[in-house]
T-cell receptor, first 114, second 114 residues
Framework: KAGVTQTPRYLIKTRGQQVTLSCSPISGHRSVSWYQQTPGQGLQFLFEYFSETQRNKGNFPGRFSGRQFSNSRSEMNVSTLELGDSALYLC?????????????FGQGTRLTVV | AQSVTQLGSHVSVSEGALVLLRCNYSSSVPPYLFWYVQYPNQGLQLLLKYTSAATLVKGINGFEAEFKKSETSFHLTKPSAHMSDAAEYFCAVSETGGSYIPTFGRGTSLIVHP
């Protein structure tokens, strides 16, 4: 069974630009969550999509957005990039059927904003 | 509301010594608890989880954790550390009947000395 795939693995962008990250979940998983990981703030929840609908949202500005397609693949977009957006962005998929379900993480996209 | 506190951002042990990583949680309802491990430049991988069955949970790679309701703790242990255990460890909690989104601790970096 293929794992969670995130593309690209590494990105370098300039302040003010926008970026789109992609996540392909494990086959059959309907929930995709996104996290931002930084040394200073740890792992912070961005949002979760379940069956193409945003089901949960973290405390991030509106520059951070996402969507989920009918095949459960998800994209995350960050507009007007700031230096502080430099981070490892992790995607996790699960069945989304209960709090006891395990999240399967991708290897992440390392975003550097210069 | 749920929260997780991991005591000690870094824990250093010698190879062959006992590993003890501490996790305390706060939850208004019976929780589900998880330990994840993250190796450099990788995503998170589930080590073990507590879902209200046995209070002593055994996971992969020789790790285990004990749920203690009276102490609101879920500490991770391994009898004998191996060099390959060096990684970042995250404790997470989610609530029964909640949003299904786990809250992660800040992480503990395990350093293993030869």
């Amino acid at each position: 069974k293929a794992g969670v795939t995130q593309t690209p693995r590494y990105l370098i962008k300039t302040r003010g630009q926008q970026v789109t990250l992609s996540c392909s979940p494990i086959s059959g998983h309907r929930s995709v969550s996104w996290y931002q990981q930084t040394p200073g703030q740890g792992l912070q929840f961005l949002f979760e999509y379940f069956s193409e609908t945003q089901r949960n949202k973290g405390n991030f500005p509106g520059r951070f957005s996402g969507r989920q397609f009918s095949n459960s693949r998800s994209e995350m977009n960050v507009s007007t990039l700031e230096l502080g957006d430099s981070a490892l962005y992790l995607c996790a998929s699960s069945s989304g059927q209960g709090g006891y379900t395990e999240a399967f993480f991708g290897q992440g996209t390392r975003l550097t904003v210069v | 509301a749920q929260s997780v506190t991991q005591l000690g951002s870094h824990v250093s042990v010698s190879e062959g010594a006992l590993v003890l990583l501490r996790c305390n949680y706060s939850s208004s309802v019976p929780p589900y608890l998880f330990w994840y491990v993250q190796y450099p430049n990788q995503g998170l991988q589930l080590l073990l989880k507590y879902t209200s069955a046995a209070t002593l949970v055994k996971g992969i790679n020789g790790f285990e954790a004990e749920f203690k309701k009276s102490e609101t703790s879920f500490h991770l242990t391994k009898p004998s550390a191996h060099m390959s255990d060096a990684a970042e460890y995250f404790c997470a909690v989610s609530e029964t009947g909640g949003s299904y989104i786990p809250t992660f601790g800040r992480g503990t970096s395990l350093i293993v000395h030869p």
